[in-house]
């Protein structure tokens, strides 16, 4: 049996919403979530060199690569990302965990073993997202996904990811623990459990892609599973752990400043820019070079994820995700600071979300900004 809790998408038929407007503010307990024991603190670089392929699902949980063309690009810019105007006002279906339509919206989310909290920024409509899956495998053992999204160009993408993403990743990871998948994993020298999440990032990709929408998303997720710790991300969400109190960020950011990042883009045939602001741009256009979704920036805006795997001991004390909203305005040890602060004076677990959030706003941050934090201490 599995728990789910994955953010709503902004708009809903009329037939589904309440007849009353939403308040300023909610607040969501969410019970049960599952405990997972697990067991020492190395980290592994998993899948992070980049391919040039876009990977879809083949139907049978395999992934069908079709290589990209190398061929020079004309150096032009895409066609404009079109953000759809949301109204100031909205309603959610009942039992969702996320208030996105008010101005100044917030959100604050509890459950066992993590906590949330999401605020709009400035835009009419917030395009963060987040989910939390818990699935009990065998008796003995159980998975734990959880999920911040950003999306750009509107919510179609931010909605599919928030909805897809952690459901793809453990039916992929379900799928490898199948006796003959089981079999087939240990006599290769390639991580199944890593294998399993890069197949479900670029089959959620897929998915969107295959709908025909505008718009992207980036990502930063973590699964728990058997011991291990996998974060995976695309763009720039970020995965911060607490390790004896000290920060350790386990992702990189996929920005088009990034040295690696900008040659792996021009040795595709496209270009990066600087424009007046200092912030580099893919075509001109986008300062992300890692997404789901970006259908007219596909062949240098890839969803192929960065994964690292890190064994869980009794130092790895808790988990920051959260949206750049954040990381604009806040460090990583800042951050880690806040959250240490908060339980060690005893406060409830969702106010030290709401105080790093509080941390980026005071900074001045207009960005929609949404942190979770994960207590690992739970599966040591």
Not at 79 to 99: F, K, N, Y
Not at 172 to 192: G, N, Q, R
């Amino acid at each position: 049996m599995a728990a789910v809790l994955c953010s709503p998408p902004v708009s809903v038929p009329a037939a589904s919403t309440a007849s009353s407007p939403l308040s300023m503010r909610r607040t969501t307990k969410v019970h049960p979530i599952v405990s997972i024991t697990v067991g020492d603190a190395s980290k592994e670089q998993l899948f992070a060199p980049a391919v040039d392929a876009f990977a879809p699902c083949n139907g049978s949980g395999g992934v069908v690569e079709q290589i990209e063309s190398t061929k020079k690009a004309p150096r032009r810019r895409p066609s404009m990302l079109v953000i759809p105007v949301v109204p100031e006002a909205g309603e959610t279906p009942a039992g969702w965990g996320v208030v996105v339509a008010e101005k100044e919206a917030e959100v604050e989310v509890e459950g066992e073993g993590f906590c949330l909290s999401s605020r709009r920024g400035a835009r009419h409509a917030n395009e963060d997202a987040y989910c939390a899956i818990t699935h009990k495998v065998r008796a003995d053992s159980q998975l734990a996904f959880y999920g911040v999204y950003d999306g750009h160009g509107g919510r179609a993408a931010v909605d599919l990811v928030s909805e897809r993403l952690g459901k793809n990743v453990v039916a992929a990871v379900l799928a490898t623990t199948e006796p003959k998948e089981a079999a087939a994993a240990a006599s290769s020298s390639v991580d199944a459990t890593a294998a399993a999440i890069r197949a479900a990032y670029l089959t959620t990709d897929s998915e969107f892609l295959g709908q025909g929408l505008r718009g992207g998303s980036c990502a930063a997720t973590a699964l728990v599973k058997d011991g291990d710790l996998y974060v995976a991300n695309l763009g720039d969400c970020r995965a911060v752990m607490s390790r004896g109190g000290t920060a350790t960020a386990l992702t990189s950011d996929h920005t088009a400043a990034r040295g690696d990042e900008r040659a792996r883009i021009e040795s595709s045939g496209g270009y990066v820019s600087c424009g007046t602001n200092g912030v580099w741009r893919v075509q001109d256009c986008l300062a992300v070079s890692r997404a789901f979704g970006d259908a007219s920036l596909k062949r240098w805006v890839i969803s192929e994820p960065e994964i690292t795997r890190h064994t869980l001991t009794t130092g790895c004390e808790f988990l920051v995700l959260a949206s750049d909203g954040l990381w604009n305005k806040v460090s990583n040890q800042e951050a880690v600071d806040a959250v240490s602060r908060s339980n060690n004076a005893g406060r409830n677990s969702a106010g030290c979300c709401k105080e790093i959030v509080d941390m980026a706003r005071s900074r001045g941050s207009r960005d929609d900004i949404t942190v979770m934090v994960v207590d690992l201490k739970r599966f040591t």
